[in-house]
Nanobody
Framework: QVQLVESGGGLVQPGGSLRLSCAAS????????MAWYRQAPGKQRELVAGTDVRGSTHYADPVKGRFTISRDHAKDTLSLQMNSLRPDDTAVYYC???????????WGQGTQVTVSS
């Protein structure tokens, strides 16, 4: 069974950067879309950024201009470059794959990102 494994989370000061990575244990070519979601304490899980096989990307308004999503189809990996991090970016970040960015068939286990001074 294919699994998604995230890495790269941690503690960073406001204004800092982190790069999240997601690796698949098997081929995920059948999934048209991959995305990053996040869930902060007491809040619902929300879409942060997504990309599909055509190369289209989508970003949630709060992260536009600060985060960049990229997918390596040959290596079955997904990355999220996060710059100018703010305390309200603190959350568990999940890698996701599915037929669309909003329809998820496979989740990773999540990685904690904490933005604090």
């Amino acid at each position: 069974q294919v699994q998604l494994v995230e890495s790269g989370g941690g503690l960073v000061q406001p204004g800092g950067s982190l790069r999240l990575s997601c690796a698949a244990s098997g081929s995920i070519f059948r999934f048209n879309a991959m995305a990053w979601y996040r869930q902060a304490p007491g809040k619902q899980r929300e879409l942060v950024a997504g990309t599909d096989v055509r190369g289209s990307t989508h970003y949630a308004d709060p992260v536009k201009g600060r985060f960049t999503i990229s997918r390596d189809h040959a290596k079955d990996t997904l990355s999220l470059q996060m710059n100018s991090l703010r305390p309200d970016d603190t959350a568990v970040y999940y890698c996701a794959a599915g037929p669309t960015m909003m329809v998820v068939a496979l989740w990773g286990q999540g990685t904690q990102v904490t933005v604090s001074s």
